[in-house]
């Protein structure tokens, strides 16, 4: 018997749509100057303006019947198609819409989990249309299953357990994913200094600079060189190739930059320091940059400063694919201070580092696992049997 059989144990399902179980609102006009971009603007209104973006506005600004006050699911409906949770005050755009409920069968978090399930349904409507959207019948009379439809009580007792559940695995995601922002909150701060506070000098000043070269024909599997280029960057290492010619010959405490990325992506500026000799060669469109003076400057500290510096990611305009030049990586403006101060920073980053990056103990893996862990348990949960007319047709 299947998870769901146990806990449905022999009680009726049936599927109803969801626009006769939840109760559907309808969105609001609101201008661009009421609203404001952060939360620390004095605006506690939540608004859910469309995609992903969202914004706040003062409580007077709208009118009072247009504030959702119950927990609802926002059904993102243009651009992004998703669902998203929320149980407090909110509004949105008039192109949106949202669901909440206030009969005594349906638990709105369990619809929430349902509804998550079956986005890719939803995309797949959307993905029909020049622009990705959908439309409120689409949602409306997409059917949900109820457990046990004529006992409400066991009904909802049943949805609250599956809700139990779930929820217990996107809470630890969250916290952990909470965990990581804050790892970087504290890194950049590590990393930050005000004009007039320290000495500030240009990369071009402190170290040196060389591209690296091209390695296509050059790749083996057996080879004695790890070949450095972005994706073993972006992997930390956990993607390599290999090649017997060290045509760009590396050297310990090299640090190397990722020069070229797809718009908004995630490997522009990420650093890599070479821990050993005669060990990597450097690919093309990979910097690498070599500390003039380790006196003045450690290589691992100017590693943790350049990575994903805002200094160069500004040079993406998130439609081009940014290719970093020489003269923009040289101009960077690098602080130097004591070396006592970069040896103790480089020792609380190396922590963060473990923590953050590290393929055992690393947050990132730990997320991953967590989310696999919540989609299998969704699917367990939700897996509902049809009814015999549809599973015939």
């Known amino acids: 018997m299947s998870f769901i ?5 022999g009680v009726e399902v049936k599927w109803l749509p969801l626009g006769k179980v939840i109760i559907r609102t309808k969105g609001t006009k609101i201008t661009a100057g009421q609203m404001k971009e952060l939360h620390k603007d004095g605006a506690p209104l939540k608004i859910f303006a469309g995609g992903k973006t969202v914004a706040f506005v003062n ?9 959702n006050r119950e927990p609802s699911i926002i059904v993102k409906s243009r651009g992004v198609i998703e669902f998203e949770y929320y149980d407090k005050p909110f509004s949105h755009k008039n192109e949106m819409w949202s669901y909440h409920s206030k009969n005594d069968r349906i638990n709105i978090k369990y619809a929430y989990h349902f509804l998550r399930l079956n986005e890719p349904h939803f995309q797949n409507i959307g993905s029909r249309m020049q622009m990705p959207q959908i439309a409120t019948p689409d949602t409306d009379k997409f059917q949900i ?11 909802l007792e049943i949805q609250a357990e599956i809700v139990r559940i779930l929820d217990a695995f996107t809470e630890l995601t969250a ?3 909470a965990r990581k922002k804050q790892y970087n909150y504290y890194r950049d701060q590590l990393l930050s200094f005000e004009n007039g506070e320290v000495e500030w000098k240009t990369l071009g000043e402190v170290a040196h600079f060389a591209n690296g070269k091209g390695h296509e024909k050059d790749i083996s599997e057996d080879g004695k060189y790890i070949v450095v280029n972005s994706k073993f960057i972006s992997t930390d290492g956990k993607v390599a190739k290999y090649s ?12 190397l930059l990722v020069m070229s990325d797809l718009p908004n992506g995630k490997a522009l500026s990420k650093a890599f320091i070479v821990d050993a000799d005669e060990k990597y060669t450097l690919n093309q469109r990979i910097g690498g940059i070599t500390v003039k003076n380790k006196e003045e400057l450690l290589p691992k500290f100017l590693h943790y400063f350049l990575n994903r510096t805002p200094q160069l990611l500004k040079h993406n305009n998130g439609v081009d694919q940014t290719n970093l030049r020489k003269g923009q990586i040289l101009e960077v403006k690098i602080p130097i201070i004591s070396p006592a101060e970069q040896v103790r ?6 922590k963060f580092d473990t923590l953050t990056k590290s393929i055992y103990e690393g947050l990132p893996r730990e997320i ?20 015999d007319a549809e599973v015939a047709a």
Do not use: G, H, W
Request: contains cysteine; hydrophobic residues 30%.
């Open 368 to 387: 991953k696992l967590r989310q696999q862990q919540y989609e299998y348990y969704r699917d367990l949960l939700l897996s509902f049997p049809k009814p």
């Open 175 to 177: 916290e952990l994913t």
């Open 244 to 255: 017997n010619s060290q045509i760009c010959p590396l050297f310990k405490d090299d640090v």
């Open 59 to 67: 409580f007077e600004d709208i009118p009072a019947k247009d504030i």
């Open 145 to 155: 299953p109820i457990p046990c439809p004529e006992n409400p009580k066991k009904s």
């Open 345 to 350: 920073i480089v020792s609380i980053l190396d």
């Open 5 to 9: 059989e146990k806990l449905l144990d």
